[in-house]
């Protein structure tokens, strides 16, 4: 229970609802309890009157009781029904407010925690963890006060009509609650099982639809279906296993029920002969019977709700805990002037320990455009990273505008970039709206081409049917790499940033169209700072300056003409790439 008292924010959040909650139960449990006792004297005052007063009487009384009975009953649903609408519906709040929080709190984290934890357990502890807490919030909390309430009710009405049949009538309701917390408990541990398998059955989907045209292209149809089938197999194994657990969850309730309604009629039956119960008070008993039936029924229930609740929570509670690395310290207004400067910067990813910027020093200013180049692995996108600050450098210093990094409010740099990654990602959406994706503002039809032309994508996105309102598939599988890239280009010149940062974004685009892009990004490169790095020279050839990375350090630095004059590594690759 220590990781549930997380929750007790949530419930004095609402405190004034559950509290009405509870009293509502209290109201829905009081006209359920009296009901029997009407019952109980409808069928006595039947009895004594059928001998004394005749039958008409006692039907007409009979009929009063019936009344009374039936707006009981009403008023039992009535408040039933509010007493739901409270306490399950402040749990539908509190897990509105929770997965909330935890979105929020994904937002916050730095890159380095994404890292080290799979998308699959990012969105599992959102959705599956949130929905067992739910449990808890909801029918684990009203269950458990209606059992008390319910119950210190009932028994005190039993009490009343007779102490000792009582006893006997009670004596299987504790045992059917351990045997209904045991069977509770195989239950949880096979739907994990089912859960896993569920799991290992969406993926294996997933992956085969998105990666079908790779397992076509290797013809691995057979492979992958005898894998999809052997996780059916699994999976329906798993589930039979759990289907006659659940066979025998009803009939072990019924049977224990049935004994103690069995002990109700032989033992009252037998106080009857002696007079120490009416027949009245012995079907009361029965009623109290079933209305405790399933109070006591969900405490083996209620406690497994506990038990998945706090295990999910106490991995909520993980997350919860983790305090970025890299946070904002500064709310302040920022407006970047175009100076960056790396002074001694050394970094080491610390998930590998690998070294990947090692004393790196170079300064750039407003209208420049700055290239960065190496082999695959030398540091080159690790550069942007720490420029981004996604990683805190180990030593040295990162100044914008002569201020430390660390120091601005980067939410407010941030803006004033536009990034084109190494990897684009495009959702599920229309060109349009992937493109406007990179600003807050009202952007311009005029100013939405301009870009997409800019980039050499407008041509492409007018040949499609729907041209701008193109639906993309995931990840915009149903367009090319390049168009990708160029799509992804265009979004970034949308914005009009000061910072324009482009990671290797034209590996997918034939030289030409390289060519092109470059030049109308150059009529606009004075008004901002670029960067561009890339493997391919040709794409930073006419860069003001180009830093040589090899291993995290600068082993060569100049323009294209110097580098080529210098007749080294940047020659060597230059020379590679012209007979390539």
């Given at each position: 229970?220590?990781?549930?008292?997380?929750?007790?924010?949530?419930?004095?959040?609402?405190?004034?609802?559950?509290?009405?909650?509870?009293?509502?139960?209290?109201?829905?449990?009081?006209?359920?309890?009296?009901?029997?006792?009407?019952?109980?004297?409808?069928?006595?005052?039947?009895?004594?009157?059928?001998?004394?007063?005749?039958?008409?009487?006692?039907?007409?009384?009979?009929?009063?009781?019936?009344?009374?009975?039936?707006?009981?009953?009403?008023?039992?649903?009535?408040?039933?029904?509010?007493?739901?609408?409270?306490?399950?519906?402040?749990?539908?709040?509190?897990?509105?407010?929770?997965?909330?929080?935890?979105?929020?709190?994904?937002?916050?984290?730095?890159?380095?925690?994404?890292?080290?934890?799979?998308?699959?357990?990012?969105?599992?502890?959102?959705?599956?963890?949130?929905?067992?807490?739910?449990?808890?919030?909801?029918?684990?909390?009203?269950?458990?006060?209606?059992?008390?309430?319910?119950?210190?009710?009932?028994?005190?009405q039993m009490i009343q009509i007779n102490s000792i049949l009582t006893i006997y009538v009670l004596l299987p309701l504790p045992i059917m609650s351990f045997l209904i917390y045991k069977v509770s408990a195989t239950m949880n541990r096979?739907?994990?099982?089912?859960?896993?398998?569920?799991?290992?059955?969406?993926?294996?989907?997933?992956?085969?639809?998105?990666?079908?045209?790779?397992?076509?292209?290797?013809?691995?149809?057979?492979?992958?279906?005898?894998?999809?089938?052997?996780?059916?197999?699994?999976?329906?194994?798993?589930?039979?296993?759990?289907?006659?657990?659940?066979?025998?969850?009803?009939?072990?309730?019924?049977?224990?029920?049935?004994?103690?309604?069995?002990?109700?009629?032989?033992?009252?039956?037998?106080?009857?002969?002696?007079?120490?119960?009416?027949?009245?008070?012995?079907?009361?008993?029965?009623?109290?019977?079933?209305?405790?039936?399933?109070?006591?029924?969900?405490?083996?229930?209620?406690?497994?709700?506990?038990?998945?609740?706090?295990?999910?929570?106490?991995?909520?509670?993980?997350?919860?805990?983790?305090?970025?690395?890299?946070?904002?310290?500064?709310?302040?207004?920022?407006?970047?002037?175009?100076?960056?400067?790396?002074?001694?910067?050394?970094?080491?990813?610390?998930?590998?320990?690998?070294?990947?910027?090692?004393?790196?020093?170079?300064?750039?200013?407003?209208?420049?455009?700055?290239?960065?180049?190496?082999?695959?692995?030398?540091?080159?996108?690790?550069?942007?990273?720490?420029?981004?600050?996604?990683?805190?450098?180990?030593?040295?210093?990162?100044?914008?505008?002569?201020?430390?990094?660390?120091?601005?409010?980067?939410?407010?740099?941030?803006?004033?970039?536009?990034?084109?990654?190494?990897?684009?990602?495009?959702?599920?959406?229309?060109?349009?709206?992937?493109?406007?994706?990179?600003?807050?503002?009202?952007?311009?039809?005029?100013?939405?081409?301009?870009?997409?032309?800019?980039?050499?994508?407008?041509?492409?996105?007018?040949?499609?049917?729907?041209?701008?309102?193109?639906?993309?598939?995931?990840?915009?599988?149903?367009?090319?790499?390049?168009?990708?890239?160029?799509?992804?280009?265009?979004?970034?010149?949308?914005?009009?940033?000061?910072?324009?940062?482009?990671?290797?974004?034209?590996?997918?685009?034939?030289?030409?169209?390289?060519?092109?892009?470059?030049?109308?990004?150059?009529?606009?490169?004075?008004?901002?700072?670029?960067?561009?790095?890339?493997?391919?020279?040709?794409?930073?050839?006419?860069?003001?300056?180009?830093?040589?990375?090899?291993?995290?350090?600068?082993?060569?630095?100049?323009?294209?003409?110097?580098?080529?004059?210098?007749?080294?590594?940047?020659?060597?690759?230059?020379?590679?790439?012209?007979?390539?």
């Amino acid at each position: 229970m220590k990781s549930l008292s997380y929750l007790n924010k949530y419930f004095f959040k609402y405190k004034w609802r559950l509290l009405l909650g509870v009293i509502f139960t209290v109201f829905s449990n009081y006209f359920a309890v009296k009901m029997p006792i009407y019952v109980k004297e409808t069928i006595d005052s039947f009895m004594d009157n059928i001998n004394i007063q005749g039958l008409n009487d006692s039907l007409i009384f009979s009929l009063k009781i019936g009344a009374i009975y039936m707006l009981f009953s009403f008023g039992k649903g009535l408040f039933l029904f509010l007493m739901r609408q409270t306490i399950i519906v402040v749990s539908r709040f509190i897990e509105f407010d929770l997965k909330n929080e935890i979105y929020k709190h994904y937002q916050k984290l730095d890159t380095g925690f994404y890292k080290k934890h799979s998308t699959g357990d990012l969105m599992n502890r959102i959705s599956e963890d949130v929905s067992k807490v739910r449990m808890y919030l909801g029918p684990g909390i009203m269950y458990s006060v209606n059992l008390v309430i319910l119950s210190s009710m009932v028994i005190y009405q039993m009490i009343q009509i007779n102490s000792i049949l009582t006893i006997y009538v009670l004596l299987p309701l504790p045992i059917m609650s351990f045997l209904i917390y045991k069977v509770s408990a195989t239950m949880n541990r096979l739907s994990t099982e089912v859960q896993k398998e569920q799991s290992m059955l969406s993926t294996i989907a997933q992956e085969s639809f998105s990666g079908i045209r790779v397992l076509k292209a290797y013809n691995r149809e057979k492979e992958t279906n005898k894998k999809f089938n052997y996780s059916t197999d699994a999976y329906k194994e798993k589930s039979m296993k759990l289907v006659l657990v659940n066979a025998l969850f009803m009939p072990t309730i019924l049977f224990l029920i049935g004994l103690s309604t069995i002990i109700s009629i032989y033992v009252g039956g037998n106080m009857s002969f002696n007079n120490e119960i009416s027949l009245g008070g012995i079907v009361a008993f029965i009623f109290y019977v079933n209305n405790l039936t399933w109070p006591f029924a969900s405490i083996g229930w209620v406690t497994s709700i506990v038990q998945r609740a706090s295990a999910s929570q106490k991995r909520i509670n993980e997350f919860l805990d983790t305090k970025p690395k890299i946070s904002n310290y500064n709310f302040g207004d920022f407006i970047f002037d175009g100076k960056i400067e790396f002074k001694n910067v050394h970094f080491t990813y610390p998930e590998t320990n690998i070294k990947a910027v090692d004393n790196l020093s170079f300064k750039i200013k407003k209208g420049d455009v700055l290239g960065i180049i190496g082999k695959t692995g030398s540091g080159k996108s690790t550069i942007l990273n720490l420029l981004l600050n996604k990683y805190e450098v180990d030593q040295g210093e990162i100044l914008l505008d002569d201020q430390k990094i660390k120091t601005v409010n980067t939410f407010k740099f941030f803006d004033q970039c536009g990034v084109v990654p190494q990897e684009v990602f495009l959702f599920s959406d229309t060109i349009n709206n992937n493109l406007l994706f990179s600003s807050n503002k009202n952007i311009s039809d005029e100013k939405i081409i301009a870009a997409c032309k800019d980039a050499k994508i407008f041509d492409n996105i007018m040949g499609f049917p729907h041209k701008m309102e193109t639906l993309l598939g995931e990840r915009g599988v149903n367009l090319s790499g390049g168009q990708k890239q160029r799509l992804s280009i265009a979004r970034a010149l949308i914005r009009e940033p000061k910072l324009l940062l482009f990671d290797d974004c034209l590996s997918a685009v034939d030289t030409e169209t390289e060519e092109a892009i470059l030049e109308n990004i150059d009529k606009k490169s004075k008004e901002r700072t670029n960067i561009i790095v890339s493997h391919r020279i040709s794409s930073i050839r006419n860069a003001n300056h180009i830093l040589v990375i090899e291993n995290g350090s600068i082993i060569e630095q100049g323009s294209h003409k110097d580098l080529l004059s210098l007749k080294g590594f940047y020659s060597k690759m230059y020379e590679q790439q012209l007979n390539d």
